[in-house]
């Protein structure tokens, strides 16, 4: 069973960048080519939102407008993917989490109840 473990997070100030990394466990040979990873936020008093998206399968991604231009989602090895998020803004701050959901949805790729393996979370604190 596919399990997931976010690493990263941290306080830093606005205008700087972070390193999550989400670490997949439990899987054998090639099999997390048929999944997809979609980061996730959740700041106090908040829903949960998606924030970022890749397919394994053919590498296709995806940002919600927010964070476009500024976070970037990839894919490190067989097991790891990697949101590199740069100029950072207080109102990113939240609970980051990966989730991963198999085969890759064709369309609302960021819809929390489409995922079935989460990890932890991370946080994150942009604040001078």
């Known amino acids: 069973q596919v399990q997931l473990v976010e690493s990263g997070g941290g306080l830093v100030q606005p205008g700087g960048s972070l390193r999550l990394s989400c670490t997949a466990s439990g899987f054998t040979g090639n099999s997390m080519d048929y999944y997809a990873i979609g980061w996730f936020r959740q700041a106090p008093g908040k829903e949960r939102e998606g924030v970022s998206y890749i397919s394994n399968s053919d590498g296709s991604t995806y940002h919600v407008d927010s964070v476009k231009g500024r976070f970037t989602i990839s894919r490190e090895n067989a097991a790891v993917t990697v949101l590199q998020m740069n100029n950072l803004k207080p109102e990113d701050t939240a609970v980051y989490y990966c989730?991963?959901?198999?085969?890759?949805?064709?369309?609302?790729?960021?819809?929390?109840?489409?995922?079935?393996?989460w990890g932890q979370g991370t946080r994150v604190t942009v604040s001078s």
């Open positions: 989730a991963a959901v198999s085969p890759p949805p064709f369309r609302d790729f960021l819809t929390p109840s489409l995922y079935d393996r």
